[in-house]
């Protein structure tokens, strides 16, 4: 499956203290969403789990093995912009992820590989809601297009691991609900755990099995470089939201995701959450 | 209304950009005229008969010496030497410099020296290039090559540190190598961005182009130029120079073609 | 009012180097103000580009050679005057091969020089001393600055120059002169033309020039301190060292006296030097686009006799003001 | 790993910085040995000490016939001519630029014209120049501000036009005239811009400037380089085109240092 | 005062007709929200307003007079983005306004009179929450406050009329509910006409007194070129929010734009005209 435990986690830049102390085990088909001011280490955090950047002390999981340091093909990622290749067309956004994996030295597919795989692909952006759209280049889509794309191009690959940085934060609030539907979906059908960051509280109680929020303790400006960012709160959701069981049958229990969607008054149980993370 | 927000229609636009051209050439041809009265044999300031009549003699009377159109052959050799110039240039700047933006080590290894590269003025160096690759075609190329390779180097090394440093992050989660990335992902997103470059690089290449063949030649649009230079033949030069702008121009519009054709996502990705 | 401000250009070359010491040296200035008027002596780097300016009417007078006085101001409509000879090529110019001894050998090479220059002249003259035309060769025109280095490489197997150069292509033991100019005595003048114009309304202005320059030639040319001190500095802003000076002015014949000089100003070798010129440079159509024949620039010699069209007269020889300077009367 | 992530640390990034001038170095010494073993009189690749000397002579030994210091009278005469070459084609660039990029009617009657005007080679207009404006240092002046003018006002009309409509508008709103607008709105953010652009045309300029003082000069970098090639003398040749290259380099770097110091505001918005 | 009106105004891009037959007239002391879906012509009608565009079509009147036909003092305008100078500082970005209008040749003042505009110029920051933050320079702000500041800049001059074009499209959620109410508090002390373009129904409903929806009546997309959109909804907001009378003792009644803030769910009356616009 696709557990990640951070383990006493500490990042520096040079003298400043960004994280300190970072330690949260995260079960597999969570969906964790992880919350905070702005600046205080949750994007560093984000890129510690892709690998990009490496813990100045403690370690990082996957899975009980530690993670490989840089970036792969078992951790997708949606960024909040530039996640997809202006150059290539939404159908060759979503295909390029396999044909790196089957074609070393080129790069690319042809003839029959090709289309078995764009097959695939298709698939995926109906999934996403963009069939009809293989041809267009992403500039001539909108911004929420262009993030369901991102998605399905990350999904190609059937990363074990999902992480998303704000991939929401720069849409209007009308596509972001409708957007947020499609994410719960398909967290609910791919063997999926999600980690995102995100500014929006009402989103991360949407969205998430838990919320994690980073946090700095002493926030004095001449504190700022001293003391990094830790974990100051670590809520589940409630009601408590379950990924559906892949291959067994869809009607045991209820949808959590349809059924988070379509309460009259979604926000209600976040709110409560809400006031009690304010509550500091 | 503030003169900002006057916007003049299409024929007063039209006359507008006319106005510079016809007052540079209404005031050559007052020149012209005066100095002529003054002197009917003046070579600065040829009138246009004189100039129409040496082009004349040039393009569509045969060289009794070699039997070629010297103009066209002219014309043929120096594009040769340009063109092949500028693709050598382009493939190197390729070959080299996606290496150099992308990768760490290229970068630590090359950035450094091709900025200083670039900073060498390549005419003081003609003797050494030309013991190093001698006297003919080659080292004409290779001057020209030697002038605009730093710049397209930088320039591309640039851009590919521009691309949002998500892309080539995404690429790697998608499983891509850094050769997949580097032909997948920023080959073809430079492509476009080095026909820009191209286009602001070829007014020094024509520069090169001609300082080379002022050397040594004996064809080519600069080798004429400077031949007849000698005896101040200017009715050649000022059609020569002409025309070397009219090239240049048709290189430019030909380059923003491609650009526009090949690339047909450029243009909108870069307008947002 | 008349005109008291002159301009002359000169360019580097070993016959011309006094022009800039004399300018540096305040010759020029005390024979300026002898006159009562002011002459402003520039220096080129480029030699085409003197007398191209000179043709274009910036300046009054320049140093250039006779042929390039005859394909340059006086086809150019500039009724030029031949002021002063300074001196002849004797050597200075010379055709030069890579490991091949004889000019016989210099058939179906490719020879770069700077085309319709002197040297272009010199090897029209060259070979036909050997009855070889220029169809039997190749000419490929490269810039003087650059020959020396040019002749290192491989592609380069014969080249036709003029001093420093050919001192400096010589130095490589692979190159073999076999023509030089000393072998057409004369026929490479090197001169200080002024418009004939300037000149007529200004015959002070070429007293001055005159005086300056044997002025000048006197004093280098004393084998003591101060001569050897003028020659070192000339040597200096010729680029080289007095050596190589020297030796470069030992392959030149230079006038030293007035008297030689208008002697062979109105000898009789000119009118046949020049003919030859002449009709050289119609072959190549260096007379302009309109000449129907050699003869269409006239050349007035020293005795008044024309060649070619009297009522196109552009390029006159005049001995008189070195005459002048002969007689002691400037 | 991929090599795309290999990130040498800082001993090994100096290490690869100076790997390919220690090639370059060390095979322009071995070659200038071996030709040294084989001609001791050989001119092309001259030893360290050859050229070490060249320098002394002209650097440290006034010289005879003028009493100055050839070598620093080189350089300042070649610097004073492109310091108010750059100046005068900055504030051209700057008065022309402005009206051409802010005004819709300035824009009508230029931006053709100075398109054409920058495809002009001008190398081939020297003559013509030269007789315009005279020999002196006006003449080597104006070819450098003709060579590099028309790139710097297309880059500046361009970058004006990059600015958001919106801030013009936004001007205009606060009841700006056409006149506060191009004055406190445009040209300020427009200096830094053009900074970048003159840096990018110092390279002509100097090509430009050697291309001058090869034809008609008594001094400056350009002028010994052609004076001495006569000579093959690279023992000259090479120590001025080393120091040429390091004057560039200062010369930009000077730049950048102004830019980031006068206009703190700008990397910060560039980056945004 | 500031009334304005729009008169059968038709507004075509060479054969496109972009809005036909618009009539508006809009009182004094106004909020007018211009909402509809994207690419209707609300921009347009903006600019048209502005001067930088001219209706095809019938005229627009600014206190019975026709419009100057260029953008001018006596309309301010906020934008999404770009709204604030890059080169300028905080302050100079308010005082520009000043300088432009007391000295005509350098566009710039000295000594005592800049002293005395940068005293007003700061009462301004103080008004929009900026102060402290002079001589900071507006990449150094968060786009919230770069928000803040282009009001406050945009109400220097004193515009009669100020118009917004999304102007926190781009704001978090949370900062947007700060500036909502920092928007009511400036409309309700200056004498301000205020036409504001929103994607956002609620923050229409939420500022407007008068929420105007622009829809094409026929959106096939063979017709999209022939017809323009036009007014296709004009709903005053209940209840009832009048702008304080100025220079008039404030207890006089409630002050709406407070009132609205505080209510517990704001959200209530917003929501039954939410309902009825979207019944069509
Ligand atoms: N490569 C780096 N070098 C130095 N400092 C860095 C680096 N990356 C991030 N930081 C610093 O680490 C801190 C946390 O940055 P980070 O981007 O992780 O915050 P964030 O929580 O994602 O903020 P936001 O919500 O604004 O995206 C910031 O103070 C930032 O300046
Ligand atoms: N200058 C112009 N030239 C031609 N067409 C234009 C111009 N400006 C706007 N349009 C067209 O007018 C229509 C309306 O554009 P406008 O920007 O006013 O829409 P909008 O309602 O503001 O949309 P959005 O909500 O996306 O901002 C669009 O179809 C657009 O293409
Ligand atoms: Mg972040
Ligand atoms: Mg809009």
């Known amino acids: ?221 001449e504190e700022r470089e001293r003391y990094g960012a830790t974990i100051s709160r670590d809520l589940p959701v409630w009601p408590p939201r379950i990924a559906n069981e892949l291959n067994s049958h869809r009607s045991r229990r209820d949808d959590p995701a349809l059924d988070g969607a379509s309460r009259d008054d979604p926000d209600a149980g976040c709110r409560r959450r809400h006031h009690e993370l304010e509550r500091t | 209304m503030r003169v900002l927000n006057l916007k003049p229609d299409r024929s007063t636009r039209l006359l507008l950009t006319c106005l510079p051209f016809a007052l540079v050439a209404g005031s050559y041809l007052i020149s012209s005229a005066v100095r002529l009265a003054a002197n009917p044999n003046d070579k600065l300031l040829p009138s246009l008969e004189r100039m129409g009549e040496a082009v004349r003699s040039l393009a569509f009377v045969a060289d009794p010496r070699t039997g070629t159109y010297l103009f066209w052959n002219d014309t043929l050799m120096s594009l040769e030497r340009l063109g092949w110039a500028m693709l050598i240039s382009t493939l190197a700047a390729l070959c080299i410099g996606i290496p150099m933006g992308l990768l760490p080590i290229g970068r630590a290894l090359l950035s450094r020296f091709v900025a200083v590269l670039s900073m060498v003025p390549p005419l003081a160096l003609l003797p050494i290039l030309f013991i190093v690759i001698g006297l003919g075609e080659v080292s004409k190329i290779a001057l020209i090559v030697i002038g605009t390779l730093p710049f397209l180097l930088r320039d591309l090394a640039l851009r590919i540190e521009e691309l949002p440093r998500e892309q080539l992050i995404k690429a790697q989660t998608l499983g891509g190598s850094t050769w997949h990335i580097g032909l997948r992902v920023v080959l073809p997103q430079m492509l476009p961005r080095l026909i820009d470059a191209v286009r602001l690089s070829l007014g020094p290449a024509w520069l090169f182009l001609i300082a080379a063949e002022a050397i040594a030649a004996d064809s080519g649009l600069g080798y004429r130029i400077f031949l007849v230079r000698r005896y101040l033949a200017m009715d050649v030069i000022l059609p020569y120079v002409a025309w070397i702008t009219l090239l240049a121009f048709a290189a430019d519009a030909a380059l923003v073609w491609l650009q526009r054709k090949l690339f047909p996502w450029f243009a909108e990705a870069r307008a947002s | 009012a008349p005109k008291k401000d002159f301009k002359v250009a000169w360019s580097i070359y070993v016959g011309w180097m006094p022009w800039g010491y004399a300018a540096d040296a305040g010759i020029v200035k005390k024979w300026a103000s002898k006159y009562g008027i002011t002459i402003d002596v520039t220096q080129f780097n480029d030699y085409a580009e003197s007398f191209n300016q000179y043709t274009a009417g910036t300046f009054d007078a320049v140093t250039i050679t006779n042929m390039d006085a005859l394909s340059g101001p006086a086809a150019g409509g500039i009724d030029t005057t031949a002021l002063l000879i300074g001196d002849f090529s004797n050597g200075n110019d010379a055709v030069i091969l890579k490991n091949k001894d004889t000019l016989q050998n210099i058939k179906g090479q490719n020879i770069n020089l700077v ?42 197997t014969a080249v036709v120059t003029w001093n420093p150069i050919v001192s400096e292509i010589l130095a490589s ?133 024309v060649l070619g069209d009297g009522k196109n007269v552009k390029l006159r020889f005049d001995a008189s003001y070195m005459q002048l300077a002969a007689d002691g009367k400037l």
């Open chain 3, 173 to 305: 033991p692979d190159a073999k002169k076999v023509f030089d100019s000393s072998q057409i005595p004369g026929e490479i003048l090197d001169l200080m033309v002024v418009n004939t114009e300037v000149l007529k309304d200004n015959p002070d202005f070429g007293k001055a020039l005159a005086g300056i320059w044997y002025d000048t030639i006197t004093l280098m040319l004393k084998e003591d301190a101060g001569g050897k001190a003028a020659r070192e500095a000339m040597a200096k802003a010729s680029g080289t060292d007095l050596a190589g000076f020297e030796s470069q002015l030992a392959a030149t014949k230079l006038f030293a006296a007035p008297k030689e000089a208008a002697a062979f100003a109105k000898g009789k070798d000119i009118s046949a030097t020049m003919d030859r010129v002449r009709t050289f440079l119609f072959d190549k159509s260096l007379l302009g686009t309109s000449a129907k024949s050699a003869d269409a620039v006239g050349i007035e010699l020293a005795d008044n006799t």
């Open chain 1, 1 to 221: 499956m696709s557990a990640i435990s951070i383990r006493n986690v500490w990042k520096e830049f040079g003298d400043q203290i960004v994280l300190e102390q970072i330690s949260l085990d995260i079960a597999p088909r969570s969906f964790v969403a992880l919350v905070g001011p702005s600046g205080c280490g949750k994007t560093t955090l984000l890129r510690m789990l892709l690998g990009e950047e490496r813990p100045s002390r403690g370690e990082i999981l996957l899975n009980g093995e530690p993670l490989r340091p840089e970036p792969d093909a078992d951790r997708g990622i949606v960024f909040q912009r530039y996640s997809v290749f202006p150059h290539l067309t939404v159908l060759q956004n979503v295909t390029i992820g396999a044909e790196f994996k089957r074609s070393p030295f080129l790069g690319r597919l042809f003839a029959a590989a090709r289309r078995a795989i764009e097959s695939e692909a298709q698939d995926l952006l109906t999934a996403v809601g963009l069939q009809g759209n293989e041809d267009k280049y992403p500039a001539a889509l909108s911004g929420g297009m262009q993030q369901r794309l991102a998605l399905a191009q990350a999904l190609m690959r059937k990363p074990k691991v999902l992480l998303l940085d704000e991939p929401f934060g720069a849409l209007d609030q009308g596509i972001r609900r409708e957007i947020h539907e499609l994410m719960l979906r398909l967290w609910n059908e791919n063997e999926l755990t999600v980690v995102m960051v995100t500014h929006d509280l009402s989103e991360a109680f949407r969205l998430g099995t838990r919320v994690v929020a980073l946090e700095r303790r002493r926030d004095r400006p």
């Open chain 3, 115 to 156: 085309e319709f220059s002197v040297s272009h002249y010199l090897l029209a003259r060259a070979l036909e001393s050997v009855k070889l035309a220029e169809k039997d060769v190749k000419v490929v025109n490269t810039s003087d600055a650059d020959l020396a280095a040019a002749f290192k490489t491989d592609d380069v």
